[in-house]
């Protein structure tokens, strides 16, 4: 398995990983060619240095796997960082192979070297599985999050 950064040649198969399950079909717009609103938000990331989307290959180059890490500064904390992962995906093919923990792994691991005092996500409700994966991988339901959609 390799981690690298993404590149906006793997920008199709990441948002094929983004649609590829129940909740992400009804978020995403795959089809061919991709909707410029994705490029658009690929330049966005791939220019701001407190971000980090990742895409993992197997040993023979495949893409399997997707995250996004978010370094964000603020002055709690005594101007502490603290790290966001979200869109974790992994490919149909790989999943319950234990890729999910390497990805955590190493997304805890590089936190950590960035000097986040803290890596949070968030899970929707509707994926109680994901909830006891990350449960076990360490993380503790402490905080109740809310969001406000807009349009």
Do not use: C
Not at 64 to 84: D, K, N, W
Not at 108 to 114: C, D, G, L, P, V
């Amino acid at each position: 398995m390799k981690i690298r950064k993404a590149e906006s040649k793997d920008l199709d198969q990441i948002v094929a990983m983004l649609a590829d399950d129940e909740l992400g079909k009804l978020r995403e717009n795959y089809r061919q060619p991709l909707p410029a609103s994705y490029l658009e938000a690929f330049k966005r990331i791939d220019s701001d240095k407190n971000q980090e989307l990742m895409v993992v290959e197997s040993d023979q180059g495949q893409m399997i796997g997707t995250m996004q890490l978010s370094f964000i500064p603020y002055l709690t904390y005594q101007g502490g960082v603290r790290a966001q992962i979200e869109a974790v995906r992994i490919h149909k093919d790989f999943r319950g192979s234990g890729l999910g923990r390497e990805m955590f792994e190493w997304a805890i691991e590089r936190a950590s070297t960035m000097g986040a005092h803290v890596l949070q996500l968030t899970t929707d409700k509707q994926r109680p599985e994901a909830l006891k994966f990350y449960e076990k991988l360490g993380f503790v339901a402490s905080h109740e999050g809310m969001k406000l959609h807009f349009g």
